[in-house]
C-alpha cells in the first residue's frame, strides 16, 4: 500500500474560521468553536488539509498573494493547540471573474472535487479513508465526488439546502468538537 494517508479536508470559512466574507486581514480570523477538538484527529494520524474557495482572487478584491499571510495566519492559530497544518490549498477563480487570467470555470472550485485530487496525489492520501468537514452543501458534494466521507457542520452558513445524491452529507455535527466525535467515534 503506498496511498495508506488519511486526510481531514477542511473547508476554512464558517467551518475552521469564522466567516468574514472575502477576508484576507489576519487580524480578524477567529477560530470556531471547538477547533482545539482537531488535535485528537492529528494524533489519530490524520493530515489536516485545508481546501478553500477564494473567489475573491478572480473578482479582484484582492491579489493571490494576499492569501499568504492568510495561510500564515491560520497555521498560527491552529499551532496554539499543537496542531500542524499539512497543507492549504484555494481556488482563486469564478467564472463570472473580472481578472483575466482567474475568470475561468475550473476544474478546482467546490462543489467540484480538483483540490481534493490535487491534494491526494501531492501526499498520497487514500481519499476513501478521509473525510471532508464544510459548512455548506457544496462542500458536501466536493468530499462525495472526491470518495471523501464528509461533514456537515449545521451552523446556519448553508441557506439554499439544494440535495442531489452527492450533496447528502453522510453526517450532520453542529460543531467542529462534535465532527471529531463522529470521526473517532467510527460510528459511520
Ligand atoms: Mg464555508
Ligand atoms: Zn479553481
Redesign the pocket.
Known sequence: MTNDKRAIFL?????LIE?VPYNVDPDQMRLTVGVESLRQLHESGYLLIIISNQSGVARGYFPEAALEPVKQRSRELLAQFDIPLTDFYFCPHHPEGMVGKYAIDCHCRKPKPGLLLQAAHDYTIDLSQSWFI???LN?VEAGRRAGCQTILLDNG?ETEWIFSPDRIPHHVATDLSEAVDVIEGGRW
Open positions: 473547508d476554512k470559512d464558517g467551518t466567516d464544510g459548512d455548506i462542500d452558513n
